[in-house]
């Protein structure tokens, strides 16, 4: 079982930038590979971006490219999400998970370990 812990979600400005980190409480959690997804209100969960288990291949949606940034840190067992410019269409609560992966993926079915959510909400 691993657990995720996401915060620093908040209320931001468009054009603002917030730091989410999902931290992890097993040390294996650099076996597992990472992803970012958010869900707004009646919408389907999305894919954000996913982090293989080294860190060294990342891949985005379109949506995000060029203004968020995720990376991990083993050492410290956490994932982070670094989100800049952001949009009003970017408002949603955003989940980390972790799976068990060989490569970045971004369907949600195939990570097996799920966050609790972080509410971010950016005002235009």
């Known amino acids: 079982q691993v657990q995720l812990v996401e915060s620093g979600g908040g209320l931001v400005q468009a054009g603002g930038s917030l730091r989410l980190s999902c931290a992890a409480a097993?040390?294996?959690?650099?076996?597992?590979?990472m992803g970012w997804f958010r869900q707004a209100p009646g919408k389907e969960r999305e894919f954000v971006a996913a982090?293989?288990?080294?860190?060294?291949?990342?891949y985005y949606a379109d949506s995000v490219k060029g203004r968020f940034t995720i990376s991990r840190d083993n050492a410290k067992i956490t994932v982070y999400l670094q989100m800049n410019s952001l949009k009003p269409e970017d408002t949603a609560v955003y989940y980390c998970?972790?799976?068990?992966?060989?490569?970045?993926?971004?369907?949600?079915?195939?990570?097996?370990?799920w966050g609790q959510g972080t509410q971010v909400t950016v005002s235009s």
């Open positions: 982090i293989n288990r080294s860190g060294g291949s990342t």
């Open positions: 998970a972790a799976g068990v992966l060989t490569t970045v993926v971004d369907i949600p079915a195939r990570y097996t370990y």
């Open positions: 097993r040390r294996t959690i650099s076996t597992y590979a």
